[in-house]
């Protein structure tokens, strides 16, 4: 990418990013002005507008004075690389999310290059810190995103071998077709006509099985996925390092796509990746046991009200994990297929008071409501967590600020805020994308299908849903092309669409009450030029 490359995208920046929703907030709202040159000149304000003066793209400028070892940049290049980084490291959402949507520009050599630099020179230890993991995230996802479009080039490749060999076999079968006799014919259309039951027969006698997670054979991409996973537990370790306390340590990213890959490894006769899973069976045992005992610790207070309170509080002491959730669930099965209909549901109703507890340990409440949605298979139940996350609620208690106390004093009524849903269906988009980008190569459930195909069901779900609520969004491009195609609007109209955006929770460009930030210079809030800086 040149440096001309850089500066017209770069200049994107200040336009309205596109997103899996139409839906905005008061704090994220972009607003992008666009202005065109008319046939014929003018004069005054629109001629400094009209001016380079508000060009962002004119800071980058292509630096003839060039080094040979890969260019020193200029004071231009500086100011747009330093406020690039500033709009990453700034931003409210997921720093992979800005990354994939600015994705041409983070895995841009030079910009690369600079930040390497960048690093290197920094005094500050924590500012360094921060700066080394957004260069490691970007460089992450720089590789996931070549591993997937290596995987879909494999995989085209493929699809177009198997549609040669099906045409190979469809002409060989016609030239066979040509050299038949009329008893041949017979025969073979009486071959067709039973070869549906023939097919049902099949089925039914579980002639043909799909092959199961752990019989699917692993892609190169899958193993170059997790280089960098088998340099963090494999040999050589840092002094005091042992096998157990890498295993310890980095128990929680051991999915079972990382375990295939060591077993492939220690069956190619790989010492250390042995020893990684023999480490990683005792961690496992100590920590089932530890979930028995917690179990046995819940099952001796007798009372269903009481085991929930013991769930309640393993949960404040942070002794729910994984294997607790799948010790419940082994024993609820095991008491249905016994019969014991009392059992079964007992430790069905513990489970889920489990699940919703670690539930509340969650960092978010996007995340959390994720995780429900995800447990759950009755489209009808998502639904309804859906529409009571997105629906805005009013506040049961007044928020102590110093003005509300004033006017309590005073023995006014104090300012409500406006109804807030639990979760913002923005902020769920965005947590929704996250998810994908760090864990949608999961598949934790043959049946419904990798984790990315169950999000993107939920997602769709969630715009029908936040749609009801608050009608089809409109984002400032959306607002602006409006009235550009309209060419005037009245201020009734203005108000109209600006009352619209209130009731959606959003917030229309021009009512922005931090606008006066775009002011043009020499202009006040009021749109009259300012004589003698007054």
Known sequence: MNLST????????????SSAFTFSTPSRTIRRCTFSNPASPLFGIMDEVNSDAFNLSDLLKQDDSVSGNGGVTTDEMEKAYEMFLGQLVFSTNDPRIDIMENYDLVVDPQWLSWLDRKISSCT????????????????DIKKRVELSKAQEERAAKEAEEAELQRIAAAEAEMEKGRAMSGSDVLRKAAAVDT????????????????????????????????????????????????????????????????????????????????AVLGALAEEQQKRVNAATMALKEVLAQGEPMRMEGSIVKLAKEGRIDEPFLLLLEANAEQAKAAG????????????????????????????KLLRQLLRESNSSEREKLLTDAFTPKEALIVPGTAANAAKAIDGEAPEQEKPMPEVPPPDFINCCKAVLLNFGNLNIDEERGDLATQIKLIASEAEVVATRIYGQGMTAKEQQDRAWKEQTTSIFDLETLEIEAERRGEVAPWANPDANDDLIPGFGPDGKMQIGGT
């Open 6 to 17: 850089f500066s017209a995208a770069l200049a994107v920046l200040t336009a309205h990013s």
């Open 124 to 139: 500050d230890v924590e500012e360094k810190m921060a700066l080394r993991d957004l260069n490691n995230m970007i460089l």
């Open 195 to 274: 070869a549906g039951v023939d097919k049902i027969v099949q089925e039914q006698s579980g002639g043909e099985k799909k092959k199961t997670f752990y019989e699917t054979d692993l892609t190169p991409e899958i193993r170059m996925s997790y280089e960098d996973m088998c340099k963090n537990v494999l040999p050589p370790y840092k002094a005091g390092e042992t096998v157990a306390t890498v295993v310890f340590n980095h128990y929680d990213q051991f999915d079972a796509q990382f375990i295939k890959v060591l077993n492939e490894r220690a069956q190619n006769g790989d010492a250390d990746s042995q």
């Open 340 to 367: 014991a209909t009392g059992p079964a549901e007992l430790m069905t109703r513990l489970r889920k008071r489990a699940m919703q507890e670690k539930d509340k340990q969650s960092a978010t409440r996007e995340i």
